[in-house]
């Protein structure tokens, strides 16, 4: 089975650009998260997906950051412009639809940003 | 208050050492429990979920006391694989949407 398909790997960019993260989940997966973990962090939820759905963006900084997942699969995150506090792992993670197993969270290598 | 709180460790202990990781959590609504394990620089990997009659995976486990808030993970025997960060994670409503909220994790170093 092909887990969470997760590029670039790493981006370096210089603050007040813009940067774009893409996530492929599980095939089947209705459920899509992205997640920040800054260094020495847990990873904290952005915002979740269901299907092309937004469930839950509260903690989404709307002013910088958006995401979609404009035909229920894939998903793009963006930051415009981005700022040093951004620099972080993005982890998108992807989760079945069967709410007995829907708890388990399947993550991909996650998106290492820096911004300098 | 931070809704999951854990000692962050570092926890250096030798081979075959047993070793406990806390948790405490803040939303008493919050209805299921789990210990993700992250390597160095990998992503977080689901470990085991925690009930509250606790359980066990070989040398793992895990026990939940919901009137205290608690969550606990035990690992027995342990081995220099067993090197990682153990994160431990809350599922509750937020809203109409179920989420999964992570600590911040527990450094262990398994040393030869």
Redesign the interface.
């Known amino acids: 089975e092909a887990g969470v398909a997760q590029s670039p790997r790493y981006k370096i960019i210089e603050k007040r650009q813009s940067v774009a993260f893409w996530c492929n989940p599980i095939s089947g997966h209705a459920t899509l998260y992205w997640?920040q973990q800054i260094l020495?962090?847990?990873?904290?939820?952005l915002i979740?997906f269901q299907n092309n759905g937004v469930?839950?963006d509260?903690q989404l900084p709307k002013d910088r950051f958006s995401a979609e997942r404009l035909k229920g699969v894939d998903s793009t995150l963006k930051i415009q412009p981005a700022k040093l506090e951004d620099s972080a792992v993005y982890?998108c993670a992807s989760s079945p639809p069967r709410a007995a197993t829907?708890?388990?969270?399947f993550?991909?290598?996650?998106t290492q940003l820096s911004v300098l | 208050r931070k809704e999951v709180e854990q000692d962050p460790g570092p926890f250096n202990v030798p081979e075959g050492a047993t070793v406990a990781f806390n948790c405490t959590y803040s939303n008493s609504a919050s209805q299921s429990f789990f210990w993700y394990r992250q390597d160095c620089r990998k992503e977080p990997k689901l470990l085991m979920s925690v009930y509250s009659s606790g359980n066990e995976d070989g040398r793992f486990t895990a026990q939940l006391n919901r009137a205290s808030q608690y969550i606990s993970l035990l690992i027995r025997d342990s081995k220099l694989s067993d090197s990682a960060t153990y994160l431990c994670v809350v599922n509750s409503f937020r809203g109409s949407a179920r989420q999964l909220t992570f600590g911040s994790g527990t450094q262990l170093t398994v040393l030869p």
């Open positions: 997640y020495g962090q847990g990873p904290k939820l979740q469930v839950d509260s982890l829907n708890e388990k969270l993550f991909g290598s996650g």
